[in-house]
């Protein structure tokens, strides 16, 4: 399974940005989905995760980004989604988007596939 991240850019502080996540080779409905972002001089760090298709409860946000932050999938379009709100300065990073088999988890470790990140700017 190949990922591609795509949908960042530049927007204001409160703005919204929505990323996508899309696959080929490979369907995502049968894995998890993470998604992370290295800030510049930063770890990366992981953001949430969504379950399989019909798992989609078992979805986890980290609490930076929890409320402001929510993942869904089109199956039809073979992409999960990471709609962005509420964007703070902070949240400016490189974001990945990244598959594994089983649960959804937060570790970047336990994923297997990996896309190319999408760079995000929030700055006014």
């Known amino acids: 399974v190949q990922l591609q991240a795509s949908g960042g850019g530049l927007v204001q502080p409160g703005g919204s940005l929505t990323l996508s996540c899309t696959a080929s080779g490979g369907t995502l409905d049968y894995v998890a989905v993470g998604w992370f972002r290295r800030a510049p001089g930063k770890e990366r760090e992981g953001l949430s995760c969504?379950?399989?298709?019909?798992?989609?409860?078992?979805?986890y946000y980290v609490d930076s980004v929890k409320g402001r932050f929510t993942q869904s999938r089109d199956s039809a379009k073979n992409t999960v989604y990471l709609q962005m709100n509420s964007l703070k300065p902070e949240d400016t990073a490189i974001y990945y988007c990244?598959?594994?088999w089983g649960a959804g988890a937060l570790g970047a470790n336990e994923y297997t596939y990996w896309g190319q990140g999408t760079l995000v700017t929030v700055s006014s």
């Open positions: 969504i379950g399989s298709r019909g798992s989609e409860d078992s979805s």
């Open positions: 990244a598959a594994r």
